[in-house]
């Protein structure tokens, strides 16, 4: 067991655990975090994405001591705290997720894209974007990547 500090949405978070337990465990069992969702557990679905320092990381294979103290860490808990973020109000307004198990680390793809290409293309998307949605919203999420876009310049205005 090891103590560590993590700055998770803004807030130090002190944790004694496992070292090499993954961080999505950390998040969910230790923090009680249940935002970020499990799935496949090697990393490929994406259902576990956060934000490390602002990308996007597959929190079920990353070891907790892989992370630093300094690093910011972002669930979706912490995209905003009243719904405000453009990916949010994206998704509500188009009502993107069916069943939405993975629409967690779906927007936390997104928001991490929008981070990086403000104006991103739809190849940026295909490439970047590459969590599995099983009910097969894709067309969704990328209208939604989109419309957060326009949203995102809107308020820039």
Same mark, same amino acid.
Not at 75 to 90: M, R, W
Not at 103 to 122: E, R
């Given at each position: 067991?090891?103590?560590? /500090?993590?700055?998770? /949405?803004?807030?130090?978070? &002190?944790?004694?655990?496992?070292?090499? #337990?993954?961080?999505?465990?950390v998040l969910r069992e230790t923090l009680g975090m249940t935002g970020t969702k499990y799935s496949c557990g090697i990393a490929q679905c994406g259902a576990c994405t956060v934000h490390l320092d602002g990308q996007p990381i597959r929190s079920c294979v990353l070891p907790v001591s892989a992370v630093s103290e300094s690093t910011k860490i972002t669930?979706? !808990?912490?995209? *905003? !705290?009243?719904? *405000?973020?453009?990916?949010? %109000? =994206?998704w509500a307004q188009l009502d993107v997720p069916q069943c939405g198990y993975c629409?967690?680390? #779906? #927007? #936390? =793809? &997104? =928001?991490?894209?929008? /981070?990086? %290409?403000?104006? =991103?293309?739809?190849a940026d998307i295909d490439r970047e974007v590459t969590n599995i949605c099983r009910c097969g919203t894709f067309q969704r999420v990328r209208e939604g990547i989109h419309l957060a876009q326009d949203i995102m310049k809107s308020t820039k205005a």
């Open positions: 067991m090891a103590k560590l /500090n993590l700055n998770v /949405n803004g807030v130090t978070k &002190a944790v004694d655990v496992d070292p090499s #337990m993954p961080l999505l465990w669930t979706i !808990e912490g995209l *905003s !705290e009243d719904l *405000s973020h453009p990916v949010q %109000k =994206a629409q967690p680390g #779906m #927007m #936390m =793809a &997104a =928001a991490g894209l929008l /981070n990086s %290409k403000p104006n =991103a293309t739809d």
